[in-house]
């Protein structure tokens, strides 16, 4: 019986190239100048996926979500609402 599996290589290929299309398509916004949410979920993914993580510096943007304040679902005293 044969493996089926992927080489190493051909994983790393399509890790990078994944990377790219991500890269590439987190340049372009709608019209209002916002880039499409669905792709920004998956780079997201890929991100957490991956172990990826960065620091944020004060005065960057994402220092300044650092900077939002938390809140306890439990302290409001609210719930996730039933659909």
């Known amino acids: 019986m044969t493996s089926k599996r992927a080489s190493e290589k051909a994983l790393a290929e399509l890790h990078a190239k994944l990377a790219e299309v991500l890269k590439e398509g987190l340049a372009f916004k709608d019209e209002d100048g916002k880039p499409n949410p669905a792709l920004l979920n998956v ?6 996926d991956n172990k ?6 004060k ?3 994402l220092g300044e ?6 809140f ?12």
Do not use: C, N, W, Y
């Open 43 to 48: 780079a997201r993914q890929f991100l957490k």
């Open 52 to 57: 990826i993580e960065a620091e944020a510096p």
């Open 59 to 61: 005065g960057s943007p």
């Open 65 to 70: 979500l650092m900077e939002l304040p938390v």
């Open 72 to 83: 306890d679902d439990e302290l409001l005293g609210t719930a996730t609402p039933a659909h």
